[in-house]
């Protein structure tokens, strides 16, 4: 039986797409409704993704499961052979993209070949820098080899003398003492070294349990020798990991503050290299820039509420009127159901964007708990809502606070981006359309496309009242800030708390919040760029708008349509479709879609 079917599937079918591709001046009348589902390149990319999937699976350790007819792969850090032959697989594909008559594609095939070369030399410098950080700890590792060797008899089921094995076992430990009185010489070694060294040695004690339990209790002499040696290795494993990690030192040119958020800012040469992976043409200093632009914007728009509801200049009190207006507990799931169909009429009364029926009736709804609500003060979206609201496990001031910063007049301008046509929207269309490219999403797509909707709603008078337009507001200037406080954190000029304060004078955040969404920024998984695509990718969608619907090439239906069927990938490229671009082979980008003269 065929443990993935999907992947099957998807790769018998990439069969008929891939060989046109790669013949040279392959010329075959296509009807153009196939360009919503696929491309010249279709085919290799589907290819690409299972060949590299196969490659990692096959040099993986088994985590079996005795109850279970299908059994699954670890993800451990890659062995020495594995990693070779993922770049020698990357390298292959590289060939296979410049045999391919990229001139005679069409647009969509053009965009899926930047994309998967973009792609493929983005992994090829991923694993040599692997390849680089391993070379650095490989002699605290002699005793890698005996069980990578093991490992590689067990993949084919060779037989295996248990005393032999048991002898083995006893060399290895041996080096394995070796190996820990090396450490143990040394101060210290720096912090991704110790995490690598950590990952290695925890990689090899699942590799080595996958060939003892393959063995064990199936080979009379293996279950003889083998238990009591084996035991040793994989606790001398844990125990050496153990040690390797508290070896490790950060190097890190955060300052030091009292907020207690510990990061690693990345530096500036960093910030650019990812942007131009982002396909961002735009400097660190020059993105701050704009969002100070916006800020200024959104300043003068809040006073404008501010004046209309009585407070004049003091804007900070008419948001905590807004604050004050939250829901009693247990009300809000029902403020969200209210709010979303708010704004699902408005965009279908403006006939905005098709929304699927199915997709209508399946988005689901659950509430956070307070472990994520640490990270994450207020709700989030995709495949279901996630509703942030006080539990009783929660202080009396943090629940208020909860409660506070996720008034109704602030969920109003976010509900939408969460579900319906934000994230859910993206979840139900993505999986529907072009879903090969699920390996080139980004997150100035899929965040931009949600915070686009923020600006278009905005932009179509959704907020009626200033409460309503003070609520929208609060959001776009933490849309700023956070590109603002992100970067000045990765550029080394702020601390975590310079951060926290920032939003807390400046956008009006709740101290608890402030802090949530500071530690989530640093510490919470996230890519150093991941807070500057919410606004970055927003305003790419708004100077697209301009160019294709505010200049009546598109309706907005045909537009949002369009862009939601071409997946989550880089906005210039979405750009490039629509507008059907010339592009070449060895494409950079280069859109400026922002006039910071205006």
Known sequence: ?????????LSLAATALLIPALRAGAQTAVPASIYEQSSEIAGIIIQYGQDMGAVRDFYSPYSVNEHAEYQYKISVLNSPEQRKRLLETDNDYLKKLQQADFNAMSIYGKVDYILLKKRINYDIDDLKKEEGQYSQITKYLSCADGIYNLEKLRRRGTFVDGQKVAATLDTILKQIK????????????????????????????????????FYNTFDPAFTWWVPEPYKAVNNALQAYADQALAKGKVNTTQKPDASGIKGVPIGREDLIRQLRTEMIPYTPEELITLANKEFAWCDKEMLKASQEMGFGSDWKKALEKVKNSYVPVGHQ????????????????????????????????????????????PFFTGGKEISISYPTNTMSAADKLMSMRGNNPYFSRGTVQHELLPGHNLQ??????YKAYRQDFSTPFATEGWALYWELLLYEKGFAQTPE?????????????ARIIFSLNYHLGNWTPQQCIDFLIDRVGHEKANAEGEVRRSFEGGYSPLYQVAYLTGGLQLMALKRELVDSGKMSYKQFHDAVMKENLIPIEMIRATLTNQQLSRDFSTGWKFYNFGK
């Open 178 to 213: 070796t190996d820990t009185a090396a450490i143990n010489k040394v101060a210290s070694i720096d912090m991704p070294l110790a995490r690598m060294l950590k990952d290695a040695l925890l990689g090899l004690k699942d590799r080595l349990k996958d060939f003892y339990g």
């Open 427 to 432: 979840y139900f269309m993505n999986s529907r």
């Open 1 to 9: 039986m065929i443990k993935n079917l999907k992947g099957h599937l």
């Open 333 to 376: 799931p029902e403020l969200i159901v209210k709010l979303y169909n708010d704004a699902l009429s408005f965009i279908k009364q403006r006939d905005l964007i098709t929304i699927p029926p199915l997709a209508e009736e399946t988005w689901g709804m659950v509430m956070m708990s307070p472990e994520r609500q640490l990270v994450n």
């Open 468 to 480: 309503e337009r003070v609520g929208m507001l609060f959001w776009r200037m933490h849309r700023c």
